[in-house]
């Protein structure tokens, strides 16, 4: 009872007081499941490199991969996607090296498949990591990423991937119609088992920077920007119409990214289509975390932990998060 005589109708810290009745009404939890590890692979033997806007993150060789697989895979996380580190001798204005089934994706595809074949293995497809100009696509004479002409190109770089044994492919691009392309491409050459994991909301984002270090796209890109295939962050709407699309043409999962600023797109987009939902918590959000930890200023493991859950409270199925090696082991103490 306060001064003035009343008793609360309803006392919600009552459920609040007890460790036991807050578990009992906890709604959302995070899982070792919900991960999905982006890693970097270069070529070379024995190779280690650490990216500087990515502390904890580094650059493996195949071999290191294998090792790292090994503890991913341990720690019982379903998934990890793979990131190449092209050297630049190998980058051209065709991004022919997208498709050359000895490249280093399909390599180390192949190595993982056979090391570990319960691991799912993800890659990613979009031109950037081949383009001599860091765009996701071919050019014009006007330097505009030309649409149909880079899905021929995305198509031969999806069945490549698939023929070496990814388990999944990520179209990462943006370029209209390559789901259904890809699909058809992929049904014809009998990889009908082979997932679509579509990054059907991405955005523009300037979030991306440490992930453009990491691969070595920053320095090809220079001053151009993606603003005429990836979307404008001011969107919602669009959103919902680039995922429809996707699903039509024959996605499996859909993916939105940006992940922490972008969770309202999570939630419409999961509550619009009960679709299995995917969310990047990309380069930049790792980086924020990371360099605010570094400096004492927050509690690395309770924001991730924190950051990760609101993930999944906007309705992601899984995350994709360069923490999810620190998290999964965290989540087993
Ligand atoms: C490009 C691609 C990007 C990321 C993954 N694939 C960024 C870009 O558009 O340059 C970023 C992921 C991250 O920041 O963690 N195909």
């Given at each position: 009872m306060n001064q003035s005589g009343h008793y609360p109708r309803?006392?919600?810290r009552r459920m609040r007081r007890d460790e036991f009745s807050r578990r009992l009404m906890r709604e959302h939890r995070l899982d070792v499941t919900d991960l999905i590890y982006p890693v970097f692979v270069l070529d070379g033997d024995d190779r280690r490199e650490a990216v500087a806007s990515m502390p904890g993150i580094e650059r493996l060789s195949i071999d290191q991969l294998l090792s790292e697989a090994d503890t991913i895979a341990r720690l019982g996380i379903p998934a990890l996607a793979l990131f190449p580190v092209i050297d630049a001798g190998q980058k051209s204005a065709d991004a022919a090296e997208a498709w050359n089934p000895d490249g280093l994706v399909p390599r180390a595809v192949r190595a993982l498949k056979q090391a570990q074949p319960q691991l799912g293995v993800i890659t990613d497809v979009a031109l950037d990591p081949y383009t001599s100009h860091g765009q996701d696509g071919l050019l014009d004479d006007a330097g505009y990423v030309v649409n149909d002409a880079t899905v021929d190109v995305l198509v031969k770089q999806a069945l490549c991937h698939a023929a070496a044994g990814a388990d999944v492919v990520a179209p990462?691009?943006?370029?209209?119609g390559r789901i259904g392309t890809i699909r058809q491409a992929l049904e014809q050459a009998g990889h009908?088992?082979?997932r679509i994991l579509a990054y059907a909301a991405k955005y523009a984002s300037s979030f991306y920077g440490p992930f453009r270090d990491a691969v070595g796209s920053a320095t090809s890109l220079g001053q151009a920007d993606k603003f005429s295939y990836q979307m404008d962050p001011a969107n919602s709407d669009e959103a919902l119409r680039e995922v429809a699309l996707d699903i039509d043409e024959g996605a499996d999962m859909v993916m939105v990214k940006p992940g922490l600023p972008y969770l309202d797109i999570v939630y419409r987009v999961k509550k619009n289509f009960a679709m299995p939902t995917y969310v990047y918590n990309v380069s930049g959000e790792y980086a924020m975390i990371k360099a605010a930890a570094a400096n004492g200023w927050l509690d690395e493991k309770a924001c991730v932990l924190e950051a990760l859950t609101a993930c999944k409270r906007a309705g992601a199925d899984g995350i994709l998060t360069y923490f999810a090696k620190q998290a999964a082991q965290w989540l087993q103490e």
């Open positions: 309803s006392r919600p990462s691009d943006m370029m209209d009908v088992n082979t």
